[in-house]
């Protein structure tokens, strides 16, 4: 009897939790479609924005919503991140996040941007960009990005249903940092946003004068 209630109390923990990273990505995803339909902050051409209805996503899944643990690494020096223009996107790296997702233990780094902690909102912003097995096949052959903020002990949250794709799969304009060799996880994250290449390279073919910074 005592086995069966602990394996009531443990389902309904996971299923709340389950609810609660679908809630929260369900939200996030509304957040993401409204910034791309508005033409003040979206990152589409003009020609795509007006055919515009939702970004691709996989189904939410808590099994991408991981906690992993952060070994940090203060003695990382600084380092010019490769953009996918000439620019050099100053950063260092934070920590090396250890993870498990379906049996699998895995591992990434993450960084913080040097522009970016001039800025007190973001004093506690990592960025994490990565590839994974699912580039140019379901997802943008150039990696997405996912986001966490620096936690007060050793565990980090990375929910992977929020990882992104740069701005330039969507528009040559920007110029957005390009993952390092080390910043590839190799199992298919299948979280976050798909990438449908016939509308998405239409939606490039538009030359801008200037690119601008994303990160």
């Not at 990382?76 to 223009?85: D, L, R």
């Not at 110029?175 to 590839?184: F, K, L, Q, T």
Request: proline share 7%.
């Amino acid at each position: 009897m005592k086995n069966c209630i602990a394996l009531i109390f443990i389902l309904s923990i996971y299923s709340a939790y389950a609810q609660n990273v679908f809630d929260d990505n369900k939200a996030w995803r509304a957040e993401q479609n409204k910034e791309f339909s508005d033409s003040a902050t979206s990152p589409l051409t003009n020609e795509a924005r007006a055919n515009f209805d939702s970004l691709p996503y996989f189904p939410i899944s808590e099994v991408y919503a991981v906690t992993a643990y952060l070994e940090l690494t203060p003695a990382s020096k600084p380092f010019k991140m490769k953009t996918s223009t000439d620019r050099l996107a100053d950063y260092r790296q934070f920590g090396i996040a250890h993870f498990n997702i379906k049996g699998e233990d895995l591992k990434i780094p993450v960084f913080q941007n040097f522009s970016l902690l001039k800025n007190p909102k973001y004093k506690n912003y990592l960025f994490i960009p990565f590839t994974d097995l699912t580039n140019s096949v379901e997802t943008y052959s150039g990696g997405r990005y996912v986001e966490a903020e620096i936690p007060e002990g050793d565990s980090l949250l990375i929910d992977f249903n929020k990882a992104y794709n740069p701005y330039c799969a969507y528009n040559d304009r920007y110029s957005c940092p390009i993952p390092p060799s080390e910043s590839h996880i190799n199992a298919r994250i299948e979280a976050g946003v798909l990438y449908n290449s016939k509308k998405e390279k239409k939606s490039k073919n538009v030359k801008k004068p200037k690119a601008s910074v994303i990160h």
